[in-house]
């Protein structure tokens, strides 16, 4: 009796000193997982910092410091130098009110390097260079391709211009549709009727034939200003130092 009291004391120890040599394994296991290195939390995508707006350099004159475009403005020339879009036609067509307002029979100069855009914003300024009393002279530089082309042709006849390395492109208006039939019917056929209103204005101040217009903007026509000048968008090329050099033809694919 005597043992069996000492061995059962015995396997009551062994018990606790298992279940103590357990929970030591258990918890030191657990704390070895939590030691363990974790993985790199994954990068946060990079943006791109915002671009800071080109600076303008300004210069001085009686009335202070001016950016360029503001003193350009004070004698009388205007810049489209982007795309064609609501905000710089907003721009372009309060400059010219202001310049007619400010002298109704002075010429106004607009430089043009653009590559289009928005047919609506380009008709708003279309309009205001035909509404105001004064001519507004257009000069190419860079590009003017599609509505930049089309205002280039539409300044005042006799004083439309380029310089001699810059390309001119006429072209159908482009747009596209989604929706019901009938919606894109309705948008099918103010697209045909954009571009017919387009043909017509070009072939009125290029003395073109109509059709000759539908068919050389059906697709991308590009032109040196040579062949501007000989179509009639321009009126001069304008000759510059390096005018003496002989341009090369345009290679054929073919």
């Not at 606790?16 to 357990?22: R, Y």
């Not at 109509?210 to 903007?217: N, S």
Request: proline share 8%; with cysteine.
């Amino acid at each position: 009796m005597k043992y069996s009291a000492l061995f059962f004391a015995f396997l009551l120890s062994a018990c606790d000193a298992f279940t103590i040599s357990t929970a030591g394994r258990a918890g030191v296991a657990r704390f070895a997982r939590m030691d363990e290195p974790q993985p790199p939390p994954a990068p946060a995508p990079k943006t791109p910092p915002p671009r800071a707006p080109i600076a303008l350099p300004t210069v001085g004159g009686k009335d202070g410091q001016l950016d360029v475009v503001s003193r350009l403005l004070k004698d009388r020339i205007l810049m489209l130098g982007t795309d064609v879009n609501d905000e710089v036609a907003n721009v372009l067509v309060a400059q010219l009110l202001y310049l007619a307002q400010d002298d109704p029979e002075k010429d106004i100069t607009l430089y043009i390097n653009s590559p289009g855009g928005s047919v609506s914003a380009g008709m708003a300024i279309y309009d205001t260079m035909q509404f105001v009393p004064c001519d507004v002279k257009t000069v190419c530089f860079g590009m003017a391709a599609s509505m930049g082309a089309f205002l280039l042709g539409a300044g005042a006849k006799g004083k439309r211009s380029s310089l001699p390395n810059a390309r001119i492109m006429i072209h159908q208006p482009l747009g596209g549709a989604q929706g019901q039939a009938s919606d894109i019917e309705i948008q099918a056929k103010e697209i045909l009727y954009v571009k017919e209103l387009l043909s017509t204005y070009i072939a009125d101040y290029t003395d073109q034939p109509l059709e000759k217009i539908k068919e050389d903007t059906d697709r991308d026509f590009f032109m040196t200003p040579t062949e501007a000048l000989e179509y009639g968008i321009i009126d001069e090329v304008i000759k510059t130092k390096t005018s003496h050099i002989e341009m090369p033809g345009m290679p054929s694919l073919y």
